[in-house]
């Protein structure tokens, strides 16, 4: 079984998706940390699309969920790495890229046969897991979801400014929602949920 939240960066999903499997004691799958993770490799490639492709097609990408979404790229766990501003800068654009949806389509998808998930995303429940019972799209005003994505990046110790982080949301939710591949949209039978006022505790009791 498979539960899905979509939603733009910052509106609330990851953090609302971790709280409800730690009190249901199911497993929880990051989709937009395994889009980070082949953004970090193709960083690691210098940039070139090519050498990008040959890395991809051989990369042992696996994740675990014990406590925290841990991901693991060529046996080395790469969890902190993909919050790097840089990764943020150029994951819109690899995520658009159709061979990588479908790399990381069919990892979550052999994943979720087993065991129960709650998974979040950007087009979870229009491509990946259509035919998901439960689904969810959140939502927040723009300067709501900066400040969030602002202070998560200053608790890891990230240096950036606000201004920084707003600019490289409004990026991203203009790549997200005007991509030709699984652009992110509610699907008719999603529960819309604004996140705008709403506290951690009262995200996590609307899905639970």
């Known amino acids: 079984m498979i539960v899905v939240i979509d939603g733009p960066a910052g509106s609330g999903k990851s953090s609302t998706a971790r709280a409800v499997a ?3 004691n199911i497993q929880y799958l990051d989709s937009g940390a395994l889009y980070r993770a082949v953004t970090y490799l ?31 790229l060529n046996g080395e766990v790469i969890t902190e790495a993909i919050r790097d501003p ?3 800068l150029h994951v ?10 479908e790399f990381i389509n069919a990892i979550m998808k052999k994943a979720v046969q087993h065991d129960v998930y709650i998974a979040d995303g950007r087009d979870l ?3 990946v897991f259509p035919n998901a019972k439960c689904k969810f799209f959140m939502i927040a005003d723009l300067e709501t979801r900066a400040k969030r994505r602002f202070l998560e990046l200053k ?3 990230k240096d950036v ?25 509610k699907t008719k039978d999603s ?5 705008t006022n709403l506290t951690k505790r009262a995200c996590f009791l609307k899905i639970k």
């Open 161 to 185: 400014s606000y201004s920084s982080v707003l600019k490289s949301i409004k990026n991203r939710d203009k790549s997200d929602y005007n991509r030709k591949i699984s652009p992110l949209k």
């Open 22 to 24: 730690h009190e249901l």
């Open 125 to 127: 429940g229009t491509a």
């Open 191 to 195: 529960l819309l949920i604004n996140t």
């Open 92 to 101: 819109s654009g690899i995520a658009a890229i159709a061979k990588v949806r």
């Open 86 to 88: 840089m990764v943020s």
């Open 42 to 72: 193709f960083l690691k490639s210098e940039q070139s699309l090519p050498k990008f492709f040959e890395s991809l097609y051989s990369a042992q990408l696996t994740f675990k969920f014990d406590n925290e979404f841990q991901v693991i």
């Open 155 to 157: 608790n890891l110790k």
